[in-house]
């Protein structure tokens, strides 16, 4: 029995060494026919955001919407356009049925909600809830992508807005905008809540769960001032940040807004807010006399507006800085473009009355020279000559200071920027650079800039 089982093992051995060597003589002599994955549906990608994926929710009053009107009507077209203006009551029918404003709905009402912020205004609940009242409103419209909300004194620039919004998944939570550039005026509400006058954007993903939850934050935040305080406030217990686009201007200052503008960022023009409140962006106009001139080139070569260009004229010793679309400053000297890209201190602070807090800002200023021959020749926006995927801008002196200048200032009393439309392109809106600019020989009374893309290791600088 010991001798029968001490062969079993043996036997074993030779049985798997006769059938893998059967195994091998098959395999050699029947190739292994390669499998043929089986075939998968193709994912395809949405097609990119246009500006139908968008609506613009607008929070208004029946006290305001009359003279307000102008602004909306400067961006919104009836045709393109996907927008709802939100009043608190009615308005006479002659200014509801406008065919070049859109539609009115009247806000639900709120009166069950809290409101214990001192002075405060009780519509900030309601044009919080704007947010929820929209995503009722546009809940069988699959095509809206975002929500972009504002204030009916804030102006869009609704190409660029798409342009950028074409980085950002719309499947995903997102929460695009800006803060404030008044760094006080941060502190007291936040740093990193969208200030809803400069507008801000939420995608439908994320505004979908947010319509759900909003009442009961509302009940939670009854402390807080405004609208935007009560949106963030319940976006952060949904734990959601904000994307910070700095194109989206809530305008915290007063009076000449001209170094902000002059100085813009290299990301795309997304809104302006406060028109009634600053001075006219260009002299000699009303103040929306002023923003439907800026709205010339706007509707030319949106994507360019106010980005800033510096060039120079090292033979004469000249500086040029361009806010396309705005204006062209004329320095006499060397101007380094670090110091250019700082925004002159032009205006006043937010709070009227000034402190030190009151007087810092979100970005880098610089005052006035004491010293006024310091201070450039300037050129206003006179008009555009488009001609298809490129353009004239022309701009004419309209601030001189008596100090003496070379001759080839002294003269000079036009300039026209040749450009081609701005390549609003992936790549541009994720890692953006400054263009360079040359001032063409010979000029006298008119300078002629051509604006055109950096050499890859151009430096932006005079050189001898």
């Excluded at 910070?244 to 807004?257: I, L, S, T």
Aim: hydrophobic share 35%; aromatic share 12%.
């Amino acid at each position: 029995m010991a001798v029968f089982f001490k062969t079993i093992p043996s036997k074993i051995k030779d049985m798997c060494l006769i059938i893998s060597t059967f195994s091998i003589f098959y395999l050699l002599s029947h190739p292994l026919t390669p499998l043929v994955p089986t075939p998968t549906t193709a994912v395809t990608p949405p097609p990119p955001t246009t500006l139908h994926h968008l609506s613009f929710s607008i929070a208004s009053s029946h006290n305001s919407y009359q003279n307000r009107k102008p602004y909306i009507c400067l961006w919104y077209n009836p045709n393109t356009t996907n927008a709802v203006v939100f009043l608190d009551n009615s308005v006479p029918d002659k200014d509801s049925d406008s065919s070049s404003l859109p539609r009115i709905i009247i806000s639900k009402d709120t009166s069950r909600f809290p409101y214990t912020f001192p002075k405060g205004l009780r519509s900030a609940i309601r044009v919080a809830r704007i947010v929820k009242e929209t995503v009722e409103f546009y809940k069988n419209d699959g095509n809206i992508r975002w929500f972009v909300f504002g204030d009916d004194d804030t102006v869009f620039f609704k190409e660029n807005l798409v342009n950028v919004l074409r980085k950002y998944d719309h499947n995903k939570w997102y929460y695009i905008g800006s803060g404030s550039e008044s760094y006080e005026q941060n502190s007291q509400h936040s740093f990193g809540m969208a200030f809803g006058g400069g507008g801000f954007v939420i995608s439908r993903s994320l505004g979908v769960v947010l319509a759900k939850v909003l009442d009961s934050c509302l009940m939670r935040y009854p402390h807080v001032y405004g609208s935007d305080s009560r949106i963030y406030s319940c976006l952060v217990e949904l734990g959601v940040h904000l994307t910070y686009e700095p194109g989206f201007h809530q305008v915290d200052v007063r009076g000449n807004m001209f170094g902000i503008l002059a100085a813009h960022p290299l990301s795309p023009l997304l809104s302006l807010h406060h028109f009634d409140i600053i001075d006219p962006i260009f002299p000699g106009l009303t103040k929306l006399e002023a923003v439907k001139h800026l709205f010339k080139a706007v509707k030319h070569d949106p994507a360019r507006i106010l980005q800033q260009t510096v060039c120079y004229d090292s033979a004469n010793s000249i500086t040029v800085s361009v806010s396309w679309g705005y204006a062209v400053q004329v320095f006499e000297g060397n101007r380094l473009l670090p110091d250019l890209i700082q925004v002159q201190k032009t205006f006043n602070s937010w709070r009227r009355k000034e402190n030190f807090f009151s007087s810092l800002h979100m970005f880098n200023t610089q005052d006035y020279s004491k010293d006024m021959c310091k201070s450039p020749d300037i050129f206003f926006l006179e008009g555009v000559i488009p001609d298809e995927n490129r353009s004239y801008t022309l701009y004419k002196r309209k601030i001189s200071v008596n100090c003496t200048r070379s001759n080839k200032i002294q003269d000079l009393t036009n300039i026209k920027v040749f450009s081609r439309k701005f390549d609003a392109d992936t790549e541009q809106m994720i890692a953006p650079r400054r263009q360079c600019c040359n001032i063409l020989p010979p000029y006298s009374e008119t300078m002629v800039i051509a604006l055109r893309r950096c050499e890859i290791d151009e430096l932006i600088a005079m050189h001898p």
